[in-house]
């Protein structure tokens, strides 16, 4: 790389650049992108991915936040005809511009920390273009998405990308793989759109609102944190003892909870 294009890694954009070329592999590997595919990469930093996932043959559009990376990406994958460069906000940017009707979008990124969860949530909106996603995050933030009812891990994260994804843990990443090292371990995520909702709600607005109610004092029963929602009846018409936490629900348990919501709104 010539010393022109070189750059820094930012702390006001959450930058750490992977350089590990095991880890880089195993990432693509696990990616497994084919020719004909559409693959969409946020946040390509200085390319470490981006070089394989032309190689693959697929149709590559990235987005860039940090206009300092622009020239460094245009030199290196400029001319290359399946690359589309975009430079803007992935958390502003309306993803089913980069698909024909019918199409699927694969989404691949190293996403900065601070950004990870709006961000999640913003390509959820769009689940019914997207194939699947894989993400670098926080060993920590994955092990949310991952948790299962009962431990502390489930929460509100959990249950909303879940109700949309099949979630798999694939692998961890330590500091190492990065340059700067971050202060965390890292994880490969695997998020695939359920091709049918497993447990649809009638209200997924609803469902997120009662979620988020019951995990604002996950200590307290769902008696408690629900009481501005819905009454103790209400929650055992639901099928849900209300003397219990809400870490302890699976996910079918609050959806059931939240088209009671709905049906008390309805009847309201």
């Keep these: 790389m010539s010393e022109l294009y070189q750059h820094r890694a930012r702390k006001r954009f959450g930058q750490n650049f992977l350089h590990d070329a095991g880890v880089i592999h195993r990432i693509l590997r696990a990616i497994h992108a084919r020719p004909g595919q559409r693959l969409l990469e946020i946040g ?9 996932l032309l190689g693959s043959g697929a149709q ?4 860039e936040l940090d206009q300092d990376l622009i020239p460094l990406l245009k030199l290196r994958f400029g001319l290359e005809p399946r690359f589309t460069l975009h430079q803007g906000d992935a958390m502003k940017f309306d993803f089913a511009t980069l698909v ?3 199409e699927k979008l694969r989404v691949v990124g190293n996403l900065p ?6 961000l999640i949530f913003h390509l959820l909106a769009h689940a019914s273009i997207i194939e699947d996603m894989h993400f670098m995050l926080q060993k920590e933030v994955v092990e949310r998405l991952a948790a299962t009812p009962g431990g502390g891990d489930w929460g509100r994260l959990s249950i909303m ?7 798999e843990h694939l692998f961890n990443v330590g500091p190492g793989a990065f340059n700067p090292p971050p202060k965390v371990d890292s994880a490969i995520v695997r998020l695939v759109p359920h091709a049918e909702l497993p447990h649809p709600a009638r209200d997924h607005r609803l469902l997120e609102r009662v979620v ?8 307290k029963t769902l008696r408690n944190t629900l009481r501005q929602l819905l009454s103790a009846e209400q929650i055992e018409a639901a099928g849900v003892d209300g003397s219990l936490r809400p870490e302890q629900l699976d996910l079918a348990a609050f959806v059931r909870l939240a088209d009671q919501l709905a049906d008390a709104q309805a009847s309201a």
């Design 212 to 219: 988020r109610e019951a995990f604002n004092q996950r200590r």
């Design 60 to 63: 590559l559009d990235v987005i």
């Design 44 to 52: 390509p930093g200085q390319g470490a991915l981006t070089e394989g």
């Design 113 to 118: 920390y601070n950004i990870s969860t709006p």
């Design 100 to 102: 024909s009707p019918g």
């Design 161 to 167: 990308v879940q109700y949309f994804c099949r979630v």
